[in-house]
């Protein structure tokens, strides 16, 4: 990669925390095939009737888990969607990764962009590398619109409820935490899913591949449910509280909803944790889970230290900007109070919680929102938006501590157009594969 400089501040003095980002070096996307597009239809209106109300027989049927999230899939499918141009960039790059990695893409393509998705792919050499399944895709965000389990059967989210019940239980979360004068609510709250009715784009892609799709009783969407194996080799899954008030329907008790979402999970109620929203919408954007019951939770305050020195290293900062670092350390500080709190819930529970310097907002990166996988080699890898190459050179160096051998980051010019809508890469995919039983 290109070394970088800070752009100066702009006129109004406020830090500008951008920089003239050159692309990712080329040979990190050396990996091509040639050949075949396959499509498939696809119709909502088809797979509608396919789908099964949830009941207690069906949360039975098997002893299915979610596909695991944190590094222990042996990866052979991940499932996009192309709503708008915007998005095809993502598909492509996956399909590079997949190239290496020996996974498949299948991107299920708005009718209006199958031309453009065919031509980028076929440019990049990879119409053999994804499967496109073209019609009315109504949502970007894969990774919220339903849940795979290891049978390989659709569990899509139930009825939620009101925005405003939702964020009136995160206050009075918060509140009796910190006090009425704490952190407050996230800007955004659950309900996207269910307001644009995108899971209907998931029981398509059910129809389409034959698989079973069942409606939960539970609210739960994919980047607020997160999913893995403990050591004993036994299925978990993590949510955030704000998925039990979305799912709280004529005054359950917190004990009534948490089985309600266990028995949607198909999981023991005491594999199923909650644990409060780290400052951010979804788990997602500040946790990622690890192997063997680990996990890892965003750092504000440590973040907030590195933009600075990164930026105080390219001459972006002055003496006329301390007040507005003291404003964001003040912030920082606010997040992490949050955070802590969440990683404690974590350690309460069983896991071994590490802290990292992974949400970047002032340099718009993020890095918790990630995709973990094994490789058909045995060997684990992560997926990333990309960032400053001094950030990715951290997160990196982590990652190999960790385990993960190879850790690729997408072209940075992709990346604040998904952060701009408050998700990831992570929010774009959903994985299927072979998980260790």
């Not at 998005?87 to 290496?100: E, F, R, S």
């Not at 993590?238 to 266990?262: F, P, Y």
């Not at 001094?390 to 992709?414: H, K, M, V």
Request: proline fraction near 4%; aromatic fraction near 6%.
């Amino acid at each position: 990669m290109g070394s970088i400089g800070i752009a100066p501040p702009r006129a109004s003095g406020r830090l500008d925390w951008s920089s003239p980002y050159q692309q990712n070096d080329p040979e990190h996307w050396t990996a091509r095939d040639s050949v075949a597009m396959h499509q498939q239809p696809h119709g909502n209106a088809a797979a509608a009737s396919a789908i099964q109300p949830f009941t207690e027989a069906s949360s039975l049927l098997t002893d299915s888990a979610l596909m695991p999230e944190d590094g222990n899939l042996t990866l052979s499918t991940t499932y996009m969607a192309v709503e708008t141009a915007m998005d095809i960039p993502y598909v492509v790059q996956m399909a590079l990764v997949g190239a290496k990695e020996g996974f498949r893409v299948h991107a299920q393509v708005n009718s209006t962009q199958l031309g453009a998705t065919q031509i980028a792919l076929a440019k990049a050499g990879l119409t053999d590398r994804v499967t496109i399944q073209a019609g009315l895709v109504k949502s970007t965000w894969t990774e919220d619109n339903g849940e795979i389990g290891t049978d390989g059967n659709v569990l899509l989210p139930g009825p939620s409820a009101s925005t405003s019940d939702i964020r009136s239980e995160q206050s009075d979360r918060l509140n009796a935490q910190f006090g009425a004068n704490g952190p407050n609510p996230t800007r955004m709250s659950l309900g996207q899913v269910e307001n644009t009715g995108a899971a209907a784009d998931k029981a398509a892609l059910a129809s389409a591949l034959g698989k079973g799709a069942t409606v939960g009783r539970a609210y739960l969407e994919g980047g607020n449910t997160l999913s893995g194996i403990d050591a004993a080799g036994k299925p978990y899954a993590v949510i955030g509280k704000d998925s039990v008030a979305a799912s709280r329907t004529n005054g359950e008790t917190d004990a009534q909803v948490m089985a309600k979402i266990a028995a949607d999970l198909r999981l023991p109620v005491e594999s199923v944790i909650a644990v409060e929203q780290p400052a951010s919408f979804h788990l997602d954007m500040a946790i990622t889970l690890l192997p063997g019951k680990r996990a890892l939770v965003n750092d504000a305050v440590e973040a907030q230290r590195l933009q600075e020195q990164w930026t105080r290293e390219s001459g972006g900062i002055r003496d006329e900007h301390e007040p507005a670092l003291q404003a964001l350390r003040l912030k920082a500080q606010t997040t992490k109070k949050v955070e802590d709190l969440t990683a404690a819930q974590l350690a309460a529970a069983g896991f071994k919680v590490e802290r990292i310097a992974g949400d970047f907002q002032e340099m718009d990166m993020n890095f918790m929102n990630a995709e973990l996988a094994t490789g058909g080699d045995g060997k684990m890898f992560s997926v990333m938006l990309g960032g400053d190459p001094r950030a990715e050179a951290y997160i990196a160096e982590r990652y190999q501590g960790l385990g993960f051998e190879r850790n690729y980051f997408l072209d940075r010019s992709l990346t604040n157009d998904t952060l701009s809508l408050s998700g990831g890469i992570g929010c774009r995919t959903k994985n299927e594969g072979t998980a260790p039983r």
